[in-house]
């Protein structure tokens, strides 16, 4: 589908980062695509406000909150802040970046909510809720794990992510299994709300027909709807969310407030720059969804479908891009097929800019991209060195040592003509997504100026003809120009690098592709130039490709059940200053018990030498029975500041040795009194 080409502001979103986990590069297969066109779109002198923020909220986030014992609010915030500063490492600039935890997305959920109801599309009905009857709990989406009704492979509450991919309402799952417990559930009836989606078939069809963006997303998405359409379950049995209105026991599904997520985030952009939101989501200025291939389904059917029901404009262009292998193997975090931006690429010295270009250029936006060190060696060593590198370097040390400056000339018209025809066909291929072959040709204006260099030979010519030579050396700074506007969106600090190295003194992420064809001014000052690109060295792919293969058979060790070969990673160093602050004391404990509303944790007293005992949550109950409990000495953090753990206050923390698979508490060696010191 093409560009949207507009007189009017653009919106530009993309899909929200879980705040469940580590950052790795099959985020990036969704975010760096979507940063390049934003920043190709300024470019082409088009307004864009570009959002985005962290999905807090469901299943996955409580289980593993609760397998952490920690609050569900604190696991999300440290996932939030990864993800905001990852962003920035990697210079993908979003105008605002929130969480749907935040008050504005809270109050725009219930807004939209209750315009639903109100209009008669959201409804109550009794179904069959998968129950735990050891767990004493019902099993909303992750707690519960079957079969797919649909196609029979296992299938997780919510989705069929091992089959036929087809999202699951509540109840529909066979044989279900409580994933705490591992034991048998049943299914109890529970009054929930529906989302009258079968309503929206017509609409939807339109709707798609005339959707921009990607064609994997719309026929996709138009698959579905052509066959019958389901109602929609919109509430869930957690305390973490936003509550459904009236009725505290009740949130609604996170697929109903993570994408209002958009809608908020344009508020507080607004807000903060005194802009105005409902232009686009209740006007018509363009919206452009750039999402991951797995969620289309609810980018492109429940999401307009909500919008719609509750009178607000419609997504203009979904870009749906395609998954990501790890060594052509499926990505998989379980078995090891994972490269984690920050520890794998960043903390090994690899420069953003590289990773932005090979995820640009490697593949179609729609197709799967294959991650290898290999690959991702010869494309930097062979393009970005070998290419794009080399004219810009040898034609500003050539310029610089021989002129010191932009040397007087004429710029020869075929050489515009091809710079102008680039910049054309650069700009087409980001307006239609296919940022791959944006790259490439882009790429192939360094190849023509390296044969424009290599075919003056002007080393020969400065002794002949230095008028002549100054005249190939400006024509070059002509095509280093437009190279720099055309790589700027792909690898923005390198180019900023190069901008000042070519003589311009102004902001090259603010320059617009037109100013390549304003010509460089001759006597303008040169710096001496530093190389932008520098090759990859086998040793570094070697060292590499050592960590993934150790990932990979730990990951297999674990899955075997074998803990001799678990690798087991230091975390980063700190100041003694930062362990001091922790005050750690003896305790014992003196009651203990189950909470009643979780598998994993004990209320405990602790007597820590004060005229009032501690109250602590500990994830111990696998581990430890209430009465083991009574009367352990214990060595417990009391400076910690308080948290809620499903619905209790804990006001410290006892430390514990965690082996992966046994957890032992750990004591002095020697009787000591309640409250002595740990140092």
């Not at 389904?297 to 307009?304: A, G, T, V």
Request: charged content about 25%; aromatic content about 10%.
């Amino acid at each position: 589908m093409s560009n949207i080409i507009s007189d009017k502001a653009v919106l530009v979103t993309c899909g929200l980062p879980y705040a469940n986990g580590k950052a790795h590069v099959g985020h990036l297969r969704t975010y760096i695509p979507a940063d390049i066109y934003v920043r190709s779109l300024k470019k082409n002198l088009q307004e864009v406000i570009f959002v985005c923020g962290s999905d807090t909220h469901g299943t996955p986030i409580v289980v593993n909150a609760e397998k952490l014992g920690i609050a569900p609010k604190e696991l999300v915030q440290k996932y939030h802040v990864h993800f905001d500063e990852l962003f920035k490492k990697m210079d993908i600039r979003f105008d605002a970046f929130g969480t749907t935890d935040d008050a504005t997305n809270h109050k725009r959920t219930l807004d939209i909510v209750d315009r639903l109801i109100e209009k008669g599309y959201v409804y109550p009905k009794i179904i069959e809720i998968a129950y735990c009857p050891q767990c004493t709990r019902f099993l909303p989406d992750r707690y519960v794990a079957g079969t797919c009704p649909h196609c029979g492979e296992k299938a997780r509450g919510d989705e069929c992510d091992q089959g036929c991919g087809k999202h699951l309402e509540p109840g529909e799952l066979k044989e279900p299994l409580c994933t705490i417990c591992r034991g048998p559930a049943e299914y109890k009836e529970q009054e929930h709300f529906f989302f009258r989606l079968s309503d929206f078939a017509d609409f939807l069809v339109k709707h798609l027909e005339n959707l921009g963006g990607t064609l994997n997303a719309r026929n996709y998405a138009l698959g579905w709807v052509k066959q019958e359409l389901s109602d929609w379950c919109i509430t869930r049995n957690l305390e973490w969310g936003v509550k459904f209105p009236g009725h505290d026991d009740l949130v609604v599904y996170v697929w109903v407030d993570a994408p209002i997520g958009y809608i908020a985030f344009t508020e507080q952009w607004a807000k903060a720059n005194g802009g105005d939101w409902e232009k686009f989501w209740k006007g018509d200025c363009p919206i452009v969804h750039f999402i991951g291939g797995d969620i289309i389904y609810h980018h492109c059917i429940f999401w307009p479908a909500m919008l719609k029901g509750a009178e607000y404009s419609q997504p203009s262009a979904v870009v749906a891009s395609g998954m990501l292998k790890i060594e052509d193997k499926t990505f998989s975090k379980s078995r090891g097929y994972v490269v984690w931006v920050e520890e794998d690429y960043l903390d090994q010295g690899f420069h953003p800019d590289l990773l932005r270009y090979y995820l640009a250029s490697y593949t179609s936006h729609t197709k799967e991209v294959n991650f290898s060190w290999n690959i991702f060696q010869d494309k930097i060593n062979t393009e970005l060195v070998g290419v794009m590198g080399n004219f810009l370097y040898r034609n500003l040390l050539f310029a610089y040592k021989n002129f010191g400056a932009v040397p007087e000339g004429e710029i020869d018209p075929q050489v515009m003509e091809k710079i102008d025809l680039t910049i054309d066909e650069v700009k087409r291929a980001n307006g239609e997504y296919e940022f791959k072959k944006a790259a490439d040709t882009a790429m192939s204006l360094a190849s023509y100026g390296n044969s424009y260099f290599q075919s003056n030979e002007p080393w020969k010519l400065i002794k002949e003809n230095r008028d002549a030579c100054g005249r190939v050396i400006k024509n070059c700074m002509q095509i280093a120009k437009a190279l720099v506007l055309l790589f700027e969106p792909i690898t923005p600090a390198s180019m900023e690098a190069a901008w000042k190295q070519i003589g311009m003194d102004s902001d090259v992420h603010t320059a617009v592709y037109d100013e390549a064809n304003v010509h460089v001014v001759s006597g303008t000052e040169l710096i001496k130039p530093e190389i932008l690109f520098t090759k990859i060295d086998d040793e570094k792919i070697a060292e590499m490709e050592t960590i993934s293969s150790k990932r990979v058979k730990a990951a297999m060790a674990k899955e075997a059940g074998i803990k001799e070969v678990e690798i087991m990673e230091y975390k980063e160093e700190i100041e003694y200053d930062d362990f001091a602050k922790l005050d750690i004391r003896v305790g014992k404990i003196i009651t203990a018990e189950k909470i009643r509303k979780s598998k994993k944790l004990l209320r405990l007293e602790v007597d820590i030498g004060d005229d009032e005992p501690r109250q602590v949550v500990a994830g111990l109950a696998e581990n430890y029975e209430p009465k083991e409990m009574l009367g352990k000495t214990v060595n417990i953090i009391v400076n910690l500041k308080p948290v809620k753990l499903c619905g209790v206050e804990s006001q410290g923390m006892l430390l514990a040795a965690d082996s992966g698979d046994n957890v032992s508490l750990l004591t002095t060696d020697k009787e000591m009194e309640p409250g002595s010191s740990i140092r």
